[in-house]
């Protein structure tokens, strides 16, 4: 009989190609050998990638494999057809945006993650991931001196993170009536500056707000918010009926890195009870280092603050790390319980879907982990000020050259610079110049720049951060630009 039942039971079978546990550990030592020589050499390859649109899409075959290929095949096409599409963000001749760095433990913890394969959704699914998470938001308060009553989850995105603020402002204010009724009527005011990154544009359109109630309030001469103006708006905002709600400063625009100060505006914030949302994306990293201090100047003022340890903080992409002082109200903003997540665990522990958007969570903790042990907080400090140095060099470079000018002050290891020789003063010609200067110097794959435009004024960014940047990258970089000019057109320059 129980033979009978055996010969019934369902088999798989395995396809020739498919992985074994076996093939599996042979091809995963063959990429970590590749991986490493790929990062020994990545600074040999064109950092932006040079193909056209659709020039892998119409190298992938139609329809998909209906028999298993051998992971050697695809490797090969992962190297022919996918490599040569990949900008390559890890190479220290990378200087556009901001970096989104890695570093040695993060990849190795990022390769443990996934074959952990873990969802950390609750404490239960994974209990180390979540008090790992706990343990290095501690951390980081600690490294970046942030008030340590506040509390730090990570979340994907500094967008995400300051789409929570805002949600969670919104529901503080409405007595968390907003979640269970919706709006009544469009009275809510958001504010920051016209620097501010698009990434409140989009949580006031998701968060249901609308864009036109996102007031963007004038800057100083150095792009900073003024902090005057800002009072008058909220001022005559609330003559006008409005609710402000939400005030959200940059430490660190995306443009040209500039500091909105926190302490005036926490006052304002403060007096008229508004959430005040720290966008410290980029240059948050910065807070490592005791001289940099300031920037966080009347912090114990405002509501949140975010920064991404992907970006400066040699963590792969995605780890954002995001702080809040009210806890309750961010998990009563998001607390959401159906039978099937109810845990006997629950109220001990960090049951971190509950800190925010998504339920499924990666174990994104492990990498941090990895990163501030093997780099040690010493280590992570050196880093970040051998760069600074690095840009305050290039930046004496470009004051000295009589055909460049540093548009705006470098801010931390930011240079933002433009070609303008001395006889050429349109500003539409030397904005089309510096374009096409960009344009040249990206197409060659030597070096990757980006660009702004503050006033009317195009000028290059240059953003002096990768993990493994070094002086001679520098000075190739600075010569590079220089030679460029050199073969700028002229010809068709139109006023
Ligand atoms: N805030 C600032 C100041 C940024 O520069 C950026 C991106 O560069 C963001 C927010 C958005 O970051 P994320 O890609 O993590 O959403």
Redesign the pocket.
Known sequence: MLLIIENKLPKFNKKMNQLTNQTFRKAAHELVDWMADFLENVENLPTKSQVKPKDIYNQLPEMPPQESEAMATVFEDFKSIILPGITHWQSPNFFA??PANSSYPSVLAEMLMSTLGAQCMIWETSPAAAELEEKVMNWLKEMMNLPRNWEGVIQ???????LCALLTAREKASQFQINETGFEAQKYRIYCSSQ?????DKAVKIAGFGVENLVKVAVNDDLTINAKALEIAVESDIKNGFHPLFVML?????STIALDAVRPVGEICEKHQIWLHL?????GSALILPEYQDMIDGIEMADSF?F?P??WLFTN??C?AYFVKDVDALLNTFTILPEYLKTQTRGQVNDYRDWGVPLGRRFRALKLWFVIRNFGVKGLQEKLRFHIELAKKLETEIELHNDFENVFPRSLNGVFFRYKPEKITDLKILNQLNEQLLNRLNQSGELYLSHTKINGIYLIRMIIAQTNVEQRHIDKAWAEICQAVIYLDTTDLSK
Do not use: P, Q
């Open positions: 945006y901001f994907d995105t500094a967008s995400t993170a300051t501010c990154h698009s990434s409140i940059a430490l660190g625009t995306t966008d410290a994306a980029y240059a975010v991404n992907h970006k992409f995605d954002t």
